[in-house]
């Protein structure tokens, strides 16, 4: 297997339940032969202190002596001025959008979210939503979205899990721009439906731990037990999502 691990959603900082500082991450990252992380404020951040945590991710960034790629984060209630601290985040280095329909209260077909949409796109900037949450935050309205903006990849964080499991394959088959992650999902049923679907396959799926909620090792033990090719492997861990975010060259 060759090519650099990324793991492509990770949260840090203090949360509700969780709190993961960056050195923490790193050294978790070097245990387990992950070579760069795709990093996300916490929950306080990403829902309305958003410059707090793009200084936070992208300062960690810095410090990280590029192990670490920044999210930016803006809740779209606010307007312009959510553009503008993508704009900003982006001057510090951001490298993809972060959205949670959850945290920041709006429904992904309302047209609220479209001008954090239309800057990523123009940036060509990948796009995460975390899916998974009723009535806002669901795979089949996420596929629509995706639909709407087809220039834009965008990843489907947890893949709907743990109940909407069942409408991640429908929602991958419906736009071909979405990806699926790895995070919480059972390869011996979910990652193997992805894998079997010609319309699907393991291109469109990208390796995740989503920590700090889930056990790291686990999130990366079940894609490395996975029964696939390495060169399929390779792409998961990190090669599918290099090429998304246009970083190829950096992070190999």
């Known amino acids: 297997m060759t090519g650099p691990v990324i793991d492509a959603h990770v949260r840090i900082g203090s949360g509700r339940e969780v709190t993961l500082h960056p050195a ?11 070579d760069h992380a795709l990093v996300a404020p916490d929950e306080r951040c990403v829902a309305f202190a958003n410059t707090e945590g793009n200084n936070a991710t992208a ?28 704009e900003r985040a982006a001057g510090l280095g951001a490298v993809a959008l972060a959205v949670d329909p959850v945290l920041q209260g709006f429904d992904l077909l309302d047209g609220l979210v479209d001008p954090l949409l239309e800057f990523a796109r123009e940036r060509s900037w990948p796009v995460y939503v975390r899916t998974g949450t009723p009535p806002t935050a669901l795979p089949l309205p996420l596929a629509s979205l995706a639909r709407r903006y087809p220039e ?3 990843l489907m964080g947890r893949s709907g899990a743990t109940d909407f499991w069942i409408d991640a394959a429908p929602a991958l088959r419906y736009a071909p721009n979405l ?13 193997s439906e992805f894998a ?16 700090p909620y889930t056990v790291p090792k686990a999130e990366i033990g079940r894609v490395r037990d996975w ?10 861990l990190g090669g599918t999502v290099a090429g998304l975010l246009g970083l190829a060259a950096r992070v190999s």
Do not use: H
């Open 179 to 191: 990806y699926a992650d790895t995070s919480y999902a059972p390869w011996d049923t979910v990652l």
């Open 59 to 86: 300062a960690a960034a810095r410090a990280s002596g590029g192990r670490l790629l920044a999210y930016a984060v803006a809740n779209p209630w606010q307007g312009r001025a959510a553009v503008a601290e993508l």
């Open 227 to 236: 029964t696939i090719s390495d060169a399929e492997r390779a792409k998961v």
């Open 24 to 34: 923490t991450l790193v050294s978790t990252m070097d245990e387990l032969g992950i």
């Open 196 to 211: 079997a679907d010609p319309e699907i396959g393991t291109a469109r799926v990208v390796f995740s731990t989503d920590s």
């Open 152 to 154: 834009l990849n965008i």
